[in-house]
């Protein structure tokens, strides 16, 4: 599949949203499906960092990287988000000038290892000094992300307000010229996109002729101009009048728009809303797709969608064929737009990982940084949760010494630490109770009826007594977790729908007898009395910290707690009763009765104190008059509710 560039000057991140075909599906997900891209090059995002949300960050299946304003609030700012299954950068970075720092370090871009540099910034000297780099970099202006086939910028020009800003405007233009023109010379290709806020030629304005002749200037003088002059100084076909500047003798870069559309009028990129110039196309064409000389013969289009609303500004785009020539062989896209080893012939070897964010991804802010998206609740596998299931814990004698002094070859991970005693025991017993222990709880079965044992509880254990260690609030805590949910964890969202597995009624007599909870099957070879057959059903910590009998040598086994009739684990609810129960939760409340029978009304305590702001109920008939003759008075009855103590509900 091809790859597409779209850049957009968006006008507020979330303007788009309130115009066609964006306000139907308020997503940003939907947006980048519209535009069928693979990289959205944003600006004039006009956000800070505490305005990003969830749905600005986390969009499924996309990454994502700002360059914010350091001081001005609500203005300039650019975002570039890439779509994860297509395109992985391998180095990103903020600021044109490379003075700004990483997250969560001191040390400048510039300064980094040069394995984790994107290089290309300006050396001393090639900058004016009228403006420090400092200030340049302020502003939120640009953004850089490096494939392993070029360096994209992700740019949006100063414009020209007012005359303080011309030192600004041109010192940034400068360092932006230097910075494509040193990537180009260390053998990147470069790809700028953006609001470059600069008017290349005639034909790509309008009613130029008209604006000349007011302020009585010449087409020449028009093209001289610093900003104009700069950019026809570093695109290929641009008009330069005289000779070139120092340092740019040569063009470096292709206006992509202007190569597949070169004699096309009115393509223009943006209009004046306060004249309302959009629906007669009176515009000018400011917003850019240019690429180096070694990377022009990969698109097979570019072109501007006019079409779509959302800012004052139209989206601009090129798109990459699904196969390019390098080296002379024909290389598919997705293998030289992602880190080595990802992709292979255009098909996936891994998928991205976490460790693939760079540290600029917004996605590791501190705020976004492994959050769950919603979708996710709801279509991600559950991963099987460990929590109840039988963890060996060592201790200092795993297995008691026989009688006769010699250890038994017992599996340790078959031991449970509380069915070991201190007293010994006899090779009968530990073989018995690591053949218990071993069985899981859902495997256990039994093959005859089962009879309790009448067996000691280990409190009553003749070992003497261990001084208790003091619990801190994590260990009650998750003592306390453990013995409230005895059965399987919930893992998704989906098992708060699924039914629990129904638990039996215990015996409340033999709650206190843990004896009655322990039921071994009888030793065929055993000739003694037969016990109660009464049984009480308990879980498995129960059963495994139960003592084995010395006269049960055989294998013994338990029975499983019964289930009802056709239950099944993957049932769900039926929706109709879910909605039921839900409305019946949060239906309307029913007002109580009054002691006239009369529905009360509903009043909010305004006196201070401690009932300011409760709300009770009270009868609602009147004090004073009644307007009827024949009751004469009618007083409100002493009915008195506090709506908290009421919970009748519809």
Same mark, same amino acid.
């Given at each position: 599949?091809?790859?597409?560039?779209?850049?957009?000057?968006?006008?507020?991140?979330?303007?788009?949203?309130?115009?066609?075909?964006?306000?139907?599906?308020?997503?940003?997900?939907?947006?980048?499906?519209?535009?069928?891209?693979?990289?959205?090059?944003?600006?004039?995002?006009?956000?800070?960092?505490?305005?990003?949300?969830?749905?600005?960050?986390?969009?499924?299946?996309?990454?994502?990287?700002?360059?914010?304003?350091?001081?001005?609030?609500?203005?300039?700012?650019?975002?570039?988000?890439?779509?994860?299954?297509?395109?992985?950068?391998?180095?990103?970075?903020?600021?044109?000038?490379?003075?700004?720092?990483?997250?969560?370090?001191?040390?400048?871009?510039?300064?980094?290892?040069?394995?984790?540099?994107?290089?290309?910034?300006?050396?001393?000297?090639?900058?004016?000094?009228?403006?420090?780099?400092?200030?340049?970099?302020?502003?939120?202006?640009?953004?850089?992300?490096?494939?392993?086939?070029?360096?994209?910028?992700?740019?949006?020009?100063?414009?020209?307000?007012?005359?303080?800003?011309?030192?600004?405007?041109?010192?940034?233009?400068?360092?932006?010229?230097?910075?494509?023109?040193?990537?180009?010379?260390?053998?990147?290709?470069?790809?700028?996109?953006?609001?470059?806020?600069?008017?290349?030629?005639?034909?790509?304005?309008?009613?130029?002729?008209?604006?000349?002749?007011?302020?009585?200037?010449?087409?020449?003088?028009?093209?001289?101009?610093?900003?104009?002059?700069?950019?026809?100084?570093?695109?290929?076909?641009?008009?330069?009048?005289?000779?070139?500047?120092?340092?740019?003798?040569?063009?470096?870069?292709?206006?992509?728009?202007?190569?597949?559309?070169?004699?096309?009028?009115?393509?223009?990129?943006?209009?004046?809303?306060?004249?309302?110039?959009?629906?007669?196309?009176?515009?000018?064409?400011?917003?850019?797709?240019? +690429?180096?000389?070694?990377?022009?013969?990969?698109?097979?289009?570019?072109?501007?969608?006019?079409?779509?609303?959302?800012?004052?500004? +139209?989206?601009?785009?090129?798109?990459?064929?699904?196969?390019?020539?390098?080296?002379?062989?024909?290389?598919?896209?997705?293998?030289?737009?992602?880190?080595?080893?990802?992709?292979?012939?255009?098909?996936?070897?891994?998928?991205?990982?976490?460790?693939?964010?760079?540290?600029?991804?917004?996605?590791?802010?501190?705020?976004?940084?492994?959050?769950?998206?919603?979708?996710?609740?709801?279509?991600?596998?559950?991963?099987?949760?460990?929590?109840?299931?039988?963890?060996?814990?060592?201790?200092?004698?795993?297995?008691?010494?026989?009688?006769?002094?010699?250890?038994?070859?017992?599996?340790?991970?078959?031991?449970?630490?509380?069915?070991?005693?201190?007293?010994?025991?006899?090779?009968?017993?530990?073989?018995?109770?690591?053949?218990?222990?071993?069985?899981?709880?859902?495997?256990?079965?039994?093959?005859?009826?089962?009879?309790?044992?009448?067996?000691?509880?280990?409190?009553?254990?003749?070992?003497?007594?261990?001084?208790?260690?003091?619990?801190?609030?994590?260990?009650?805590?998750?003592?306390?977790?453990?013995?409230?949910?005895?059965?399987?964890?919930?893992?998704?969202?989906?098992?708060?729908?699924?039914?629990?597995?129904?638990?039996?009624?215990?015996?409340?007599?033999?709650?206190?007898?843990?004896?009655?909870?322990?039921?071994?099957?009888?030793?065929?070879?055993?000739?003694?009395?037969?016990?109660?057959?009464?049984?009480?059903?308990?879980?498995?910590?129960?059963?495994?910290?139960?003592?084995?009998?010395?006269?049960?040598?055989?294998?013994?086994?338990?029975?499983?707690?019964?289930?009802?009739?056709?239950?099944?684990?993957?049932?769900?609810?039926?929706?109709?009763?879910?909605?039921?129960?839900?409305?019946?939760?949060?239906?309307?409340?029913?007002?109580?009765?009054?002691?006239?029978?009369?529905?009360?009304?509903?009043?909010?305590?305004?006196?201070?104190?401690?009932?300011?702001?409760?709300?009770?109920?009270?009868?609602?008939?009147?004090?004073?008059?009644?307007?009827?003759?024949?009751?004469?008075?009618?007083?409100?009855?002493?009915?008195?509710?506090?709506?908290?103590?009421?919970?009748?509900?519809?």
């Amino acid at each position: 599949m091809p790859l597409r560039i779209t850049t957009w000057n968006v006008n507020g991140i979330r303007n788009p949203f309130g115009y066609q075909p964006w306000r139907e599906n308020r997503s940003f997900q939907a947006m980048f499906d519209t535009l069928e891209t693979d990289i959205v090059v944003m600006q004039e995002t006009k956000i800070q960092r505490k305005d990003l949300r969830d749905d600005m960050v986390l969009v499924p299946g996309w990454d994502v990287f700002f360059s914010l304003p350091k001081y001005k609030k609500g203005y300039s700012g650019v975002a570039i988000y890439t779509r994860s299954s297509k395109c992985c950068p391998i180095r990103a970075e903020e600021g044109i000038t490379g003075v700004l720092c990483p997250p969560n370090s001191s040390t400048q871009f510039r300064d980094l290892p040069a394995d984790q540099q994107i290089g290309g910034y300006p050396t001393p000297g090639q900058l004016p000094d009228a403006v420090d780099e400092q200030t340049l970099d302020s502003e939120g202006r640009c953004v850089i992300l490096e494939f392993p086939a070029f360096v994209l910028i992700g740019v949006y020009s100063p414009a020209t307000r007012d005359e303080t800003r011309t030192e600004f405007r041109e010192a940034y233009i400068d360092a932006m010229d230097i910075r494509v023109r040193n990537l180009v010379s260390m053998g990147k290709q470069v790809f700028l996109c953006g609001d470059l806020n600069i008017v290349r030629s005639g034909l790509d304005t309008a009613g130029l002729v008209e604006r000349l002749r007011k302020e009585a200037m010449t087409m020449d003088e028009f093209l001289s101009t610093p900003s104009r002059r700069f950019l026809n100084h570093l695109v290929f076909g641009g008009r330069v009048n005289e000779e070139r500047d120092e340092g740019r003798e040569e063009p470096v870069l292709w206006d992509l728009c202007r190569e597949f559309h070169p004699t096309r009028t009115g393509m223009y990129t943006c209009w004046e809303t306060k004249k309302n110039a959009r629906p007669g196309n009176f515009g000018s064409r400011i917003d850019y797709v240019l +690429c180096s000389s070694g990377i022009k013969d990969w698109f097979i289009d570019s072109n501007i969608q006019e079409g779509l609303l959302g800012s004052d500004h +139209c989206p601009v785009y090129a798109t990459i064929g699904d196969a390019v020539g390098l080296d002379g062989a024909k290389i598919r896209i997705e293998d030289v737009m992602n880190p080595p080893g990802m992709f292979k012939d255009g098909e996936r070897q891994r998928e991205a990982s976490p460790k693939d964010l760079l540290p600029t991804s917004a996605k590791l802010i501190p705020e976004f940084d492994r959050r769950q998206n919603i979708r996710d609740m709801f279509f991600k596998k559950a991963v099987p949760s460990t929590k109840g299931k039988p963890t060996p814990v060592p201790t200092n004698n795993p297995v008691s010494p026989s009688a006769s002094g010699t250890t038994i070859g017992v599996d340790n991970d078959k031991l449970r630490p509380d069915s070991i005693t201190s007293t010994p025991q006899s090779s009968s017993q530990v073989t018995a109770t690591a053949t218990i222990n071993s069985i899981t709880p859902s495997k256990r079965t039994t093959a005859s009826p089962q009879k309790p044992s009448a067996t000691k509880r280990p409190a009553e254990s003749s070992a003497p007594p261990s001084r208790p260690q003091k619990k801190g609030k994590a260990t009650l805590s998750r003592e306390t977790s453990t013995k409230s949910t005895p059965g399987f964890s919930q893992s998704s969202l989906k098992g708060f729908f699924k039914p629990k597995t129904p638990t039996p009624d215990t015996n409340p007599a033999n709650e206190e007898d843990d004896t009655s909870n322990a039921k071994l099957s009888p030793n065929p070879g055993n000739n003694s009395a037969e016990l109660p057959t009464k049984q009480c059903p308990r879980s498995s910590e129960q059963l495994s910290s139960t003592p084995i009998p010395e006269n049960n040598n055989a294998q013994n086994t338990v029975e499983e707690s019964p289930k009802p009739d056709g239950f099944s684990e993957e049932r769900v609810f039926d929706p109709i009763e879910a909605k039921e129960s839900w409305s019946k939760l949060l239906g309307k409340r029913v007002l109580p009765k009054c002691e006239h029978e009369d529905d009360c009304q509903i009043l909010v305590t305004k006196k201070a104190g401690v009932n300011c702001g409760r709300s009770f109920f009270m009868c609602a008939r009147p004090l004073g008059p009644s307007g009827d003759k024949e009751q004469g008075t009618a007083f409100r009855c002493r009915t008195f509710i506090w709506s908290s103590d009421w919970n009748g509900r519809q």
